[in-house]
């Protein structure tokens, strides 16, 4: 019990670092791909708003240009094309008094606009400037201010002439970058709520996928060990039989001819058991393996279960007249039924539900095959009148190595593993077995096999 936990333990740590590697690294891509989606977001933002303040300025500086007279000096031109333009050291119109002008961009309070003479005084601006935004000529064409409480404006500079071309002075036309800066921390806030939550769906599916993964190989692993521990289990008997046999017979210093062939016999024996278990937890390993892989490699050739029923009566008709055992069949179908399969191992199917009919069935018995067919299956049952299964043992009646009589199974040199070879090969063949039983009045077995339409 120990050693299957520590097992179990190991797999389930490598579960985890399987997992753990999967999480990380999707968890480092998605960070990589979110920052950059968020670069992309910012970058296509401060295209848009550029060429949006590049348009306006533009706009402005064709606007004010064809009324522009002497250098520095604003026109009363400019204040009836812009209301709310305010020269310096002069009081500003209030917009309420004012009608018939149109209020574009520059009205609603997004944009700044600052007009300086040639010596870079400020001439006029427009409307309530935000507190704390530098007002002077910058030397940079585009720049980043920002004001007093750390909100960030876009500003663009550009050199002004008058209707003659001459230099005027210049145009700075200030862009309040806050609606931006809103949108960026509402990405910000969905992609750092949304990569954690994430990478939690993605350690929860990483750690069902591995579980998975790692199914097939904690259900092969114990496979290999089953088998290599039923296998010591069932070997041991056979051969303590043999050392003790082999090592009383050493203790006499003289054999005569009968005992040497005693020993023989007994040794031949013995090794025929050996030999017959060995093939049976081959074979059922193999079969095993098969289901467990998906990978049936079964030599497909039409059998007709009629003719099979038929050889397996005339195989076991003496054993069963030896033990007194009454064994016939009834085919319930008027034709050859057929089914697609491997011949050798439906035979062994048949032969190992029948002997354990046999063994298991009190003198005067008597154990029936029956052939029966439903639209798409063949079915196969092995019916008798024996010591029956009680409800507990029913349970573990396809397990490897059970046996329900013990003793009646030693006796007759069986080693608990025909049914569970019966049940690999009904598997292995897309069919089923189940049984049915009462104590002391016999049981069912009942195979289904797709049939050949």
Known sequence: ?????????????????????????????????????????????????EKELKTIAGTLHDSFEPILDQPGILEDEVIQLMPNLCRVNNPCISKNNLSNYRLGAIEKGQYYLHLFDLSGNLVAFNGQQPKGLPIKKHKKKQEILKDSQQ??????????????????????????LEDFDNYLKIVAIILLLGLPLAIIIIGVSAWILTDLTMKPVYQSYRQIQQFTGDAAHELRTPLAAIRATVESHLMSSILTEQEARETLSI??????????????????????WQLNSNSINIKYEKICLNDLISDVLEELASFAISLDIVLQAEIRVNYPLEIQGDTEQIYRLLFNLVVNGIQYTPKGGE????????????????????????SQALQHIFERFYRV??????????????LSISQAIAQAHHGTIEVRSEVNKGSLFIVQLPKIL
């Open 1 to 49: 019990m120990k050693q299957k936990q520590k097992y179990f333990s190991l797999f389930k740590q490598t579960q985890r670092r399987l997992a753990s590697w999967y999480v990380g690294i999707i968890s480092i891509v998605l960070i990589i791909l979110g920052f950059g989606v968020y670069e992309a977001i910012i970058h296509a933002h401060q295209i848009t708003i």
């Open 151 to 176: 909100k960030r404006y876009l500003q663009i500079s550009y050199m002004l002439h008058n209707r003659k071309g001459e230099s005027w002075g210049y145009l700075q036309v200030v862009r309040s």
């Open 405 to 418: 009589d013990q003793g009646r199974s030693r006796k007759e040199g069986g080693s608990g593993l025909g």
């Open 367 to 390: 154990v029936i095959i029956i052939l029966e067919k439903t639209n798409k299956l063949a079915i196969i049952k092995v019916k008798d009148t024996g010591i029956g299964i009680n």
């Open 267 to 288: 040794l031949g024996r013995q090794t025929q058991r050996l030999s017959a278990l060995v093939a049976d937890l081959l074979m059922l390993s193999r079969l095993d």
